[in-house]
């Protein structure tokens, strides 16, 4: 069985900083996908970011880009440039590749990060 | 395009009833998740339908159905509430295009269940 472990329950920066987010997770699968989901106080999850495990180069998504390690099975979140509207829970999910995606997330505990102006 | 749409946003029950909500995914998609996100157990995966059929089942009792209709709409049933079972069902929805080995889920804005 797959687990995803976020051990940050809540983070702070301040406005224009940049904030790390990390995320460890555990498998035996060797094709999978990595995500960063933020869920404002609005409730709606929204994604932020993906991951192939197949692929090295890590994603970047304009502020946000990940730090992915494979063989140390971790998958943190760097924020550059913390803006006030990324207050936010932060979630991070996996999901296993069978032949294609199966659309069966694993979340972690979530971390939630305040931004301060 | 109009997003995930999720009815009712809220409702609340007393213990021992059942509960339907629904999930209209984004037009063209046939895939529909569902999520049951609690502060205690956090998100859970519940189930996925795909073409009307039941792909992928999470670990609850029998007591959560679900189904998915030929307009890709989806419901899920909660039989017999218990006070455990008050939280926010999320739905997702995605193409799920076979050959792809990939396609974004897009979540609803969810329905927030008070059992009382």
């Known amino acids: 069985a797959q687990t995803v472990t976020q051990s940050q329950p809540e983070m702070s920066v301040q406005e224009a900083e940049t904030v790390t987010l990390s995320c460890t997770y555990d498998?035996?699968?060797?094709?999978?996908?990595l995500f960063w989901y933020k869920q404002p106080p609005s409730r709606q999850m929204i994604l932020v970011i993906r991951?192939?495990?197949?692929?090295?180069q890590n994603a970047t998504e304009n502020r946000f880009s990940v730090n992915f390690q494979k063989a140390a099975k971790s998958f943190s979140l760097k924020i550059s440039d913390s803006q006030l509207g990324d207050t936010a829970m932060y979630f991070c999910?996996?999901?296993?590749?069978?032949?294609?995606?199966?659309?069966?997330?694993?979340f972690g505990t979530g971390t939630l990060l305040a931004v301060q102006p | 395009k109009a997003g995930v749409t999720q009815t009712p946003r809220y409702l609340i029950k007393t213990r021992g009833q059942q509960v339907t909500l629904s999930c209209s995914p984004i037009?063209?998609?046939?895939?529909v998740s569902w999520y049951q996100q609690t502060p205690g157990q956090g998100l859970q995966f519940l189930f996925e339908?795909?073409?009307?059929?039941?792909?992928n089942k999470g670990n609850f009792p029998g007591r959560f159905s679900g189904r998915q209709f030929s307009n890709s709409r989806s419901e899920m049933n909660v039989s017999t509430l218990e006070l455990g079972d008050s939280a926010l069902y999320l739905c997702?929805?995605?193409?799920?295009?076979?050959?792809?080995?990939?396609?974004?889920?897009?979540f609803g804005p969810g329905t927030r269940l008070t059992v009382l």
């Open positions: 339908y795909f073409s009307e059929t039941q792909r």
């Open positions: 997702a929805s995605s193409r799920r295009s076979s050959g792809r080995p990939y396609n974004e889920q897009f």
């Open positions: 037009s063209g998609h046939r895939s």
């Open positions: 999910a996996f999901m296993k590749h069978e032949g294609g995606a199966t659309n069966k997330l694993i």
């Open positions: 991951q192939e495990a197949y692929k090295q």
């Open positions: 498998t035996s699968e060797n094709n999978y996908y």
